[in-house]
């Protein structure tokens, strides 16, 4: 039989342990969870004592069992009233407190040495145990303090209302059933060493954890943390002092696996954080990390100086840079439409102000001719160089205008056609060998611009009535060549058109000649080489 009320005790005392346990992990860090555990603790050790009190064989073994469970026997009233206390919030009763576990403490001396006075135990043996009037002391004083504990219960729940009834109810119940089997016990209504209260706190001590610390006591942080962070935006990350990771969220688990980096993260923020990082309770800074720009603040958690914990956020600002860098472009592009405005607005004004001016030149030039046949030769000869000066001021003055308005070149065959269209007057063509591609973009400008001023050279000074432009687009090379069948010259004196077109070439790595000789027109020759550009 000793053994069937050992294995019920075993299985209390197992149900009791999981609760400790419980609690130690998930309850709040605070002094009403550390007072219960301690009244857990006392009726553990005393459910230990009855075990070991029914496997005793001796009077000698017998009395070091009932040394031992007496600590949870004397001192779970006084433990009781402090949980009760605490529960209330009645934190300032601590020295009521004291006094009770200086009974209780006496209480346990009179178990101590109860070989000496028999006054808690007259009789202690296999055969028989005989309480004496300390024990029944005890008893009365436990009692007490269970009902006042019961009391504090109530006040909390049904005078004060700070908790809800039904669990004032649990915790009541709580002690007052081990107590009423602990009367049972005393009465001699069961087998004398068949102790069923610890076995009754066991059961209601469950009841507790699912009743009250479920809804009053529970650690709402420890639970509620980690379903937050899973879904926060922002990664977070937890190392120790040792910079081991002990928490990390999806969001964090997920950016840095995705850069394939987990390892390598906090050795890429210790690099780019100051030295003093780690002393301070806060600090902020951005890392690239696997073509990702990252926005890093750490809090770091600090006993006397020393790093004790630290905490990272993680924000992903990769999307941020982008859509600034976007806007950046955004502006430039809105800055060059207004610039462009600009240059046409201008443009026009020049081509309706001087166009209208030169042609009325022109015209009045040859109108002046028509009208008086007579004029003497020189004359005649001054009124044909106006009208073919204006003539040339009005081709150039388009070119011009197109220049004001195509300012960049996309394409070199684009822009000789183009300056070859605002020809008029005489005939402009344009011939293209081989095939344009973006390794002969980077010459456009210089190219295109060396084109217009040949052509305005051609118009100005040549009397030519032909134009031919030919473009080679070859492996290692590009060529363009300029010809006109005008009047020619003997000597080539290089003023200002010339020496900017030199210039303009060469600046890209390219050559320009001209050549020209009496009654055979004018050349120029642009030869710009590929080789190390490609």
Known sequence: M????????????????ISIIWLAFRAKKEKVKYAFIMCQTLIIVWSVSKITDLLAVDDFQLYLCYVFGNIGVCFIGSAWVHFSLLYRAQKKRQTAVNILYTVSALNYIAVVTNPLHKFYYTSLSIERVDHGVLFYENVAFTYICILTGVINVYRKSFVEKKASKRQATFVALSVIIPTALNVIFITGKLPERFDPTPFGFALTSLVIL?????????????????KIFKNVPGGIIVTDRFDEITYINETAEELLNECEGIENFLRTVKNAESEDSRNRLFSETEISFYNRRLSVRRY?????????????????????????????????????????KERNRLAQEVHDTAGHTLTMISSAAKILKIKYPDLPEEAAQYIDSIALEATAGITTLRMAVNNIKRHSYTSITDGIKELAESVKGIECDVCVQGEETEKYLFCAAAVCNSCREAITNSLRYSGADRIDIVTKFLDNSLEVYVFDNGCGCSEINEGNGLTGTVRRIREIGGEVSFMSSEGNGFTTAIKIPMEERI
């Open 2 to 17: 000793n053994i069937i009320y050992a294995t019920i005790h075993i299985f209390a005392l197992i149900g009791m342990c």
């Open 210 to 226: 699912m009743a009250v610390y479920k809804y009053d006591f529970l650690d709402v942080n420890y639970m509620t943390f980690p």
């Open 300 to 340: 770091n958690q600090l006993d006397s100086g020393v790093l004790i914990a630290s905490a990272f956020i993680l924000i992903d600002v990769s999307r941020y840079y982008e859509l600034i860098e976007k806007n950046r472009k955004l502006n430039e592009a809105n800055e060059e439409i207004a610039v462009e």
